[in-house]
């Protein structure tokens, strides 16, 4: 019995964020939130100080209820390793169980600064590729990654750069054509 119970608890300490994100967005109601404080501690992980946090939470019948969390252990939807909290004081996307709001999982892509974040991580890629591709105007693989770069960022966002970006694509195919 023994055997089995450390590495359970093992797997828990580690997974059991991750599994409270997954569960919280598939079977959570959708509301919103706003951190009311936010409290550095003397403690640090990965060389950050961790976080103290109060918030608020808004139930199904416009109340709020107050709850508190910690950068170590936030909630945040999509899964991945990082934790990303929102500004104090701005309102932004949770999911929560019925009768437990407290229980909250940040939906982080949903909010104006994980749009802004994933735009940034969708145009990384663009900019490298325009420096290759401005060191040698002539170099096909830089000019088919940086049609591939323009591509991947139009297929999803449709904003005031992708009119512009989709002129690139065009004139950069024809500068393929050109180069054949």
């Not at 600064?113 to 096909?140: F, H």
């Amino acid at each position: 019995m023994l055997i089995l119970i450390i590495p359970i608890s093992v797997a828990n300490g580690i997974g059991s964020q991750y599994l409270n994100a997954w569960f919280l967005n598939k079977h959570g109601v959708k509301s919103t939130a706003i951190i009311t404080s936010d409290i550095e501690t003397t403690s640090t992980l990965n060389d950050q100080y961790i976080h103290n946090y109060e918030a608020i939470v808004r139930k199904q019948d416009g109340k709020y209820v107050s709850t508190y969390f910690s950068s170590t252990f936030a909630t945040v939807y999509p899964i991945e390793n990082a934790i990303h909290i929102p500004r104090m004081g701005k309102t932004f996307p949770v999911k929560y169980i019925v009768g437990y709001e407290k229980n909250m999982v940040i939906l982080y892509n949903e909010y104006e600064e994980g749009q802004k974040l994933r735009r940034y991580e969708k145009q990384a890629p663009i900019i490298s590729a325009r420096m290759k591709y401005e060191a040698d105007k002539t170099n096909k693989e830089f000019i088919e990654g940086y049609i591939a770069a323009l591509k991947a960022y139009t297929e999803v966002y449709q904003d005031d750069n992708s009119e512009k970006y989709n002129r690139l694509i065009k004139e950069l195919h024809q500068e393929l054509d050109r180069l054949k």
